[in-house]
């Protein structure tokens, strides 16, 4: 029997072929990633909830499942993460906020029936942003996480925990979301590897929404080859989610080992301007060089709109989220302030008192772009930019194959150093929120470390539905670097 | 110089549909409080609305009959208001783009001209729930039953002119709907209600300021309420006063309108499209389709009535105001082959007795076929009309066909001339004065022989072979 702790280093391959061939049992990686969370999540927060007796219940009965021969596949008796946004019947899906932090779901969401259905063991629902309003996960009502590289720094947000947790090895791979770098951002800043799916790829139902036109679930793990596995079990359709599509799902690690070589890669120039750190640049540019080594060819590409993403991505995200956010209102679940002395006096107080600033200040924001006499001079005017940040994408893809460049214009920077700033913070995500605005899929993986030891992510950007190609494209250069194996020290 | 009244009509029907617009929960009226929401009308965290595309087929439907354009492309947006029967805080409609745009309805005035109501819109909407403010001791209860309902809003331009055109107009409208299928026209179960924007300006002068006025729930309700209106607004102007915009609720027990909210009340809706449900779109063929299902609407089948089986225009449109009675009859004059029978008693009798007991035409116990059978023997001559009323209503009571009650109860009508004589002799024989007066020139005392004879024979003697006996053997 191997040691618990070098279960946690294997891939989702290894280890559910581990569990399959008899090498382990579910019961015993479930501990041993159980005995991990308890070990080092005091320091680090990444969870709100564990579910130990839930998840060693569920390995006994998926052991027998899968000794019986009643169950295989790529995900038979592996643990996973759920960000605390996706409804999980009978476990707490508290969002992070004081608002929802006693909200026990009635139902599973798609992904998690999905996950399921597939055998996986869930380990525990992941600290995160409030309703996913963050760049840094210090927006939680349950506190911040800390980044395992730095336990100073923020582990970027809002799938702060779930990036986290993947890093330190308490999961082998969790489900985030990414309304506009959610996903990238963390995985960025904790040096692992993320994927934000073309919008529409993976249902939304039973996520709590955050912005609809913007959000999307995604797969976070250690390495391109987990991300695949990971994805090909919980995308398709679902009719119960209209923008969800109706296209089938490939095998995605069928790709995995294509020639990358005459792969076009694009660089756009906006991406590569000021504000980006030297080392973060250094990083992506010796990353774009061992992409020329294994064949592809590189051309600068330009998205002349991107630069006002960042704009147009505030005002639609806090529209949608004032309007989403409506339901939390003190009358059917979640907080209710004490006496209300009439009607307006429950909503105003169970609001105010149940979401944190961040989310407040969204509404707000979002609630005035939408009043009269501002709704087409913001809204409106956003969502004719958005057509035009598009556009820019789809005539760069009709030139290249994919389009690289840094996830983040730095690495991951000290708790508290923007909470006092919020449009610095805002200018965290100025390099993902292009993709989110144009629906288009987006990935980051580790190409190095600043010398303070932190974390540097690459973005890879594809086209609509090319996750196949854009995970091998990541996979590729993960069998020529290590730097996606590397565990923080302290957590080794 | 007069005041002219302007009035625009704003009518929610409830679709007739299995379920819900955007869930899979029943609409059936009258459950027991939140039997029937389900996580998406709770508005749960997560959920998602999907489209029920039967609400889209009977939008498409009224569109047509109302010779409206439909919309290639529409789109849901979201109201955003607060309030505890609004579980999501937002309605989902449509605002800019509504599926059905600029149709029309013609109505028949009282003088019999044909005047016609522009309808600006219809869109699809979701219902709200219902508060329940009885019997909470001091607070409020919740059913979201009605959350998520399909309704279909239909907006008229302002181009009614007095109260009665008004009716005029929603009654047209509630018989279409039901016509089409799309609504049951239940009023007092709220399935079809009506909102009325009234103002009042000098003939040829700018709209008024106009008042919108909600819970009307009957057509005499509105009738009522408007006029009430009107002469409210007409009184304030007159004294100098001016007509605010405002929503005024219509009291029927006191028969006036009260302020609800002013305008400054009025809630800021911040619409915009709903980002979870995409533009809906209609092809050609699609709509092609429900137009190749469309049944034949009450005024071409009115013509039909009228010119193909020779009804008269009073006949035809009675008949053709619910769409079950016009069936009803189109199959009974079809198996008579006597549309004029057919009409007079399904306008008559079955629909007296329909009303008596306040039965809709669907729930008639006495089928087409078996009503044919009844008036084939009143063309036999096997019964007079008069004694088919009686077999009818037995019919009614579930007392059997009609040959059978004929046969049990013995109301084959007596055509044996020998028989009708004997009992004409028998009548002369014993009312020899009032023959003497006949026969002196009081010709009235016909019908009193009539009545004798109908009595002697227990109505069942032939009145034609009746008639035209006494009147030989009157006259010696």
């Not at chain 1, 429950?346 to 200040?361: A, C, I, M, P, T």
Request: proline content about 5%; some cysteine; charged content about 25%.
């Amino acid at each position: 029997m191997p040691q618990a702790d070098s279960i946690t280093t294997l891939s989702l391959r290894e280890l559910q072929q581990g569990i399959q061939d008899g090498r382990f049992s579910v019961m015993e990686v479930t501990d041993a990633y159980l005995d991990r969370i308890n070990r080092h999540d005091g320091t680090l927060n990444s969870f709100i909830t564990v579910t130990h007796e839930q998840a060693r219940a569920n390995a006994v009965e998926t052991d027998n499942r899968i000794r019986q021969g009643k169950l295989a596949g790529p995900l038979a008796g592996v643990p996973y993460a759920l960000k605390d946004l996706f409804c999980t019947e009978g476990v707490l899906t508290s969002c992070a906020s004081k608002m929802l932090a006693d909200f026990i779901a009635p139902y599973d969401a798609h992904v998690a029936m999905q996950l399921k259905a597939a055998g996986g063991v869930l380990l525990g629902k992941n600290n995160m942003d409030e309703y996913a309003m963050g760049s840094s996960n210090e927006n939680s009502h349950f506190g911040p996480v800390r980044n395992p590289w730095d336990t100073a720094c923020v582990p970027g947000g809002s799938s702060g925990g779930g990036a986290a947790a993947v890093a330190a090895r308490l999961a082998p791979f969790v489900l985030g979301t990414d309304t506009g770098g959610s996903i990238r951002q963390p995985a960025s800043f904790c040096g692992i590897t993320g994927i934000k799916p073309t919008y529409g790829r993976i249902s939304r139902y039973g996520m709590v929404a955050f912005a609809s036109s913007l959000d999307q679930c995604g797969p976070m793990a250690v390495s391109a080859e987990d991300c695949a596995i990971a994805l090909g079990a919980v995308a398709g359709f679902d009719e119960r989610d209209s923008t969800c599509a109706n296209r089938p799902v490939p095998d995605y690690t069928a790709s995995l080992g294509d020639s990358l070589a005459g792969l076009k890669i694009g660089l756009p120039e906006e991406f590569f301007s000021a504000g980006l750190d030297n080392e973060v640049a250094s990083a992506i540019e010796a990353a774009v060089k061992t992409y020329e080594r294994l064949g592809a060819v590189v051309k600068s590409v330009t998205l002349p709109n991107s630069k006002l993403a960042i704009p147009v991505y505030y005002v639609v995200a806090m529209a949608e989220c004032s309007s989403n956010l409506s339901r939390f209102d003190g009358v059917r679940f979640g907080y209710r302030c004490e006496n209300p002395q009439d009607l307006r006096d429950l909503y105003e107080r169970s609001r105010w008192e149940g979401f944190g600033d961040e989310v407040k200040r969204r509404i707000m924001i979002g609630t005035y772009a939408l009043s009269a006499g501002y709704y087409d001079a913001y809204y409106l005017k956003a969502q004719q930019v958005r057509s035009l940040i598009q556009q820019d994408f789809v005539q760069a893809l009709d030139d290249v194959d994919v389009i690289m460049g840094p996830t983040c214009p730095s690495t991951a920077f000290e708790l508290g150093a923007k909470t006092d700033d919020p449009v610095a913070m805002y200018l965290e995500d100025i390099y993902t929120v292009p993709l989110n605005l144009a629906g288009l899929p987006g990935m980051s993986f580790p190409v190095g470390f600043s010398q303070a030891g932190k974390p540097i992510g690459m973005q890879l950007i594809g086209n609509y539905f090319d996750e196949a190609r854009m995970l091998n494209v990541a996979h590729q250069y993960q069998q020529q670097t290590d730097w996606h194996t590397r565990v923080p020290a302290q957590f080794v | 110089m007069a005041w002219e009244t302007v009035i625009g009509l704003e009518i929610h029907a409830q679709l007739s549909t299995n379920s819900k617009i955007f869930s899979g929960s029943s609409i059936a009226y009258g459950a027991e409080p939140n039997t029937q929401a389900s996580l998406v009308d709770l508005g749960m965290p997560g959920v998602l609305p999907v489209l029920n595309k039967k609400a889209v087929e009977m939008a498409i439907r009224l569109g047509l009959a109302i010779n409206a354009t439909i919309a290639p492309r529409s789109v849901f947006a979201r109201k955003n208001y607060f309030y505890p029967d609004l579980p999501k805080g937002y309605q989902i409609s449509q605002f800019e783009l509504p599926v059905v745009a600029d149709g029309h309805l013609d109505i028949t005035l009282e003088n019999g001209d044909s005047k016609r109501i522009g309808i600006t819109r219809a869109h699809l909407e979701e219902d709200a729930g219902k508060s329940l403010h009885e019997d909470f001791d001091g607070q409020s209860g919740i059913d979201l039953n009605r959350a998520g309902t399909p309704l279909l809003e239909i907006v008229s331009e302002p181009d009614m002119r007095s109260a009665r055109e008004a009716v005029a107009y929603l009654k047209k409208l509630h018989a279409l709907v039901r016509y089409l299928g799309v609504c049951d026209g239940n009023m007092q179960e709220g399935s079809f209600r009506c909102d009325a924007n009234v103002s009042v300006r000098r003939p040829g002068e700018p709209f008024g300021t106009r008042a919108e006025i909600k819970n009307l729930n009957s057509f005499r309700f509105i009738e009522r309420a408007i006029n009430y209106e009107v002469e409210r607004q007409i009184e304030l102007l007159e004294a100098g006063g001016q007509v605010v915009q405002e929503t005024r609720l219509y009291d029927p027990d006191r028969d006036e309108t009260r302020s609800m909210r002013g305008k400054e009340d009025a809630n800021d809706y911040r619409y915009f499209p709903d980002p979870d449900l995409l533009p809906l779109e209609i092809s050609p063929a699609e709509i092609e389709a429900v137009r190749a299902d469309m049944p034949e609407l009450p005024e071409r089948r009115k013509q039909r009535f009228m010119t193909e089986l020779g009804l008269s225009e009073y006949d035809a449109d009675l008949l053709v105001q619910v769409r079950e009675l016009a069936d009803y009859f189109e199959t009974v004059a079809q198996g008579c082959g006597d549309a004029k029978l057919a009409a007079n008693w399904v306008n008559g009798e079955v629909s007296n007795t329909l009303n008596a007991h306040a039965l809709e035409p669907v729930q008639n116990p006495v089928s087409a076929a078996a009503l044919v059978q009844l008036l084939v023997r009143i063309q036999d001559n096997t019964v007079s009309n008069r004694i088919a009323r009686d077999v009818f209503a037995a019919m009614w009571a579930g007392e059997g066909s009609a040959d059978t009650i004929i046969e049990q109860k013995g109301l084959k009508q007596i055509t044996d001339t020998g028989a009708i004589e004997a009992m004409i002799d028998a009548i002369i024989a014993d009312n020899p004065a009032q023959v003497a007066e006949y026969r002196a020139g009081k010709e009235k005392l016909f019908g009193f022989f009539v009545g004798q004879a109908m009595k002697a024979s227990r109505g069942k003697a032939n009145p034609a072979a009746l008639n035209e006996m006494l009147k030989k053997k009157l006259e010696g």
